[in-house]
């Protein structure tokens, strides 16, 4: 699977499950950490879990597994990390009082509208 097959599959588990303000950047050149971030939003504790499950069940089906997930206890910001891309799910909050993003300015914005979930 391709680093852009796997940002997909990630993208669309979140959108799928009602994430809301998705964003990917691509740090490339940037970071010697990985190649990609993916910033989530979810509306309570319960739903950042459940959007971290989500994604772990709906890569495992692809064979794909984390290298680990740190945050998860508390649920405030979960990182997920999948070697080529990384994943940042946040409160509200959290994602405003942290604005990791704004770290990260100099990445190239990912285009994900064609991950996201059609509307039929």
């Not at 910033?39 to 319960?46: D, H, I, L, N």
């Not at 990390?81 to 300015?105: C, Q, T």
Request: hydrophobic share 40%; glycine share 6%.
């Amino acid at each position: 699977m391709t680093e852009m097959e796997k940002l997909g599959k990630i993208v669309h588990a979140l959108d799928k499950h009602l994430a809301r303000d998705i964003v990917a950047i691509d740090v490339r050149g940037l970071s010697d950490v990985t190649d990609y971030f993916v910033f989530a939003t979810g509306g309570s504790t319960t739903q950042v879990k459940a959007l971290c499950d989500y994604v772990e069940t709906d890569l495992k089906n692809g064979e794909i597994a984390p290298d680990r997930i740190e945050g998860y206890a508390t649920s405030r910001w979960i990182l997920m990390d999948y070697g080529s891309v990384v994943i940042h799910l946040f409160l509200p909050e959290a994602r405003e009082f942290y604005d990791i993003e704004r770290l990260w300015k100099d990445g190239t914005p990912v285009d994900i509208t064609e991950y996201l979930v059609k509307e039929e």
